[in-house]
């Protein structure tokens, strides 16, 4: 079982930015396709975007598209989500998860989950 661990979460301002990172404790992310997902309160689990195995194919939910960016570090053995202009809307707990290969932004597709990084945007 592949042990994700988030990283990179915290407090900013609307217009701000952050940059999550996960990992893969004791792992390697290197064969696995990954996702970023979020989840406010009171709201369903949603996909934000998620980047191929070989790292030349990204999706991105309209939600985030122009703002936020995925990407991947083998030699880091890590995934970045990289999140500008943030605005309110975009707090959450975010979480990334793995799968064999890049499917849908739905959670039922991706196998292993990590345990979350909070993101609050305000003023």
């Known amino acids: 079982q592949l042990q994700l661990v988030e990283s990179g979460g915290g407090l900013v301002q609307p217009g701000g930015s952050l940059r999550l990172s996960c990992g893969a404790a004791g792992s390697t992310l290197k064969y696995y396709a990954v996702a970023w997902f979020r989840q406010a309160p009171g709201k369903e689990r949603e996909g934000t975007s998620s980047?191929?195995?070989?790292?030349?194919?990204?999706e991105y939910a309209p939600s985030v598209k122009g703002r936020f960016t995925i990407s991947r570090d083998t030699t880091r053995n890590t995934v970045y989500l990289q999140m500008n202009s943030l605005t309110p809307e975009d707090t959450a707990i975010y979480y990334c998860?793995?799968?064999?290969?890049?499917?849908?932004?739905?959670?039922?597709?991706?196998?292993?989950w990590g345990q979350g990084t909070q993101v609050t945007v305000s003023s």
């Open positions: 998860a793995a799968a064999i290969r890049q499917g849908l932004l739905v959670p039922n597709w991706w196998d292993n």
């Open positions: 980047i191929s195995v070989s790292g030349d194919m990204t």
